[in-house]
């Protein structure tokens, strides 16, 4: 092939080191997009990565990355609102949030969240080199993801 193979997916298995190794030759230059990569120059990742070595010995993947970025806008919802769990009031505060993660910043336009629109969802691009490292080729701000009929579709906002 003279071309690289485009990965349409949020790189559960690219940008998932773990899993990569696994994949061998067939991963080399294979271009995808990602939620989360653990080499994007984002607040608090070098922290995050390096805590996450040292207790599992291994890079975090797609997965680890987004769980940690949810966990901590809930933990900004709940500072907001001095802890109040209750559902409604939680939901209110995560609408109103504006917080820097590991995957960037994180925000919704207007007060949207759960079901509707959701704003400055960061997104990654990578490319697998040849020695099999995640290169990360562009970060992907002001991502949309509009709910249709029950279905996500993510798209660059204007």
């Given at each position: 092939?003279?071309?690289?193979?485009?990965?349409?997916e949020?790189?559960?298995?690219m940008?998932s080191?773990?899993?990569?190794?696994?994949l061998?030759?067939?991963?080399?230059?294979?271009?995808?997009g990602?939620a989360?990569?653990?080499?994007?120059?984002?607040?608090?990742?070098?922290e995050?990565?390096?805590?996450?070595?040292?207790k599992?010995?291994?890079?975090?993947?797609?997965m680890s990355g987004?769980?940690?970025?949810?966990?901590?806008?809930?933990?900004?919802a709940?500072k907001?609102?001095?802890?109040?769990?209750?559902?409604?009031?939680?939901l209110?505060s995560?609408?109103?949030?504006?917080?820097?993660t590991?995957?960037?910043?994180?925000?919704?336009?207007a007060?949207?969240?759960?079901?509707?629109?959701?704003a400055?969802?960061?997104?990654?691009?990578g490319?697998?080199?040849?020695n099999?490292?995640?290169?990360?080729?562009l970060?992907?701000?002001?991502?949309e993801v509009k709910v249709?009929?029950g279905?996500?579709?993510?798209?660059?906002a204007?």
């Amino acid at each position: 092939m003279k071309m690289p193979i485009l990965m349409p997916e949020d790189g559960g298995v690219m940008a998932s080191p773990g899993m990569l190794k696994n994949l061998g030759n067939a991963a080399a230059g294979v271009v995808f997009g990602s939620a989360y990569l653990y080499n994007a120059n984002t607040p608090g990742n070098k922290e995050f990565v390096d805590a996450y070595q040292k207790k599992y010995n291994e890079l975090p993947g797609v997965m680890s990355g987004v769980g940690y970025a949810n966990a901590q806008l809930v933990w900004a919802a709940l500072k907001a609102n001095s802890g109040n769990t209750k559902p409604e009031a939680l939901l209110k505060s995560i609408k109103g949030v504006s917080v820097d993660t590991v995957r960037g910043h994180l925000s919704f336009p207007a007060g949207q969240g759960g079901q509707g629109n959701i704003a400055n969802w960061p997104n990654f691009m990578g490319k697998i080199s040849p020695n099999f490292e995640i290169v990360p080729i562009l970060p992907v701000q002001n991502v949309e993801v509009k709910v249709t009929n029950g279905n996500y579709m993510p798209y660059i906002a204007k």
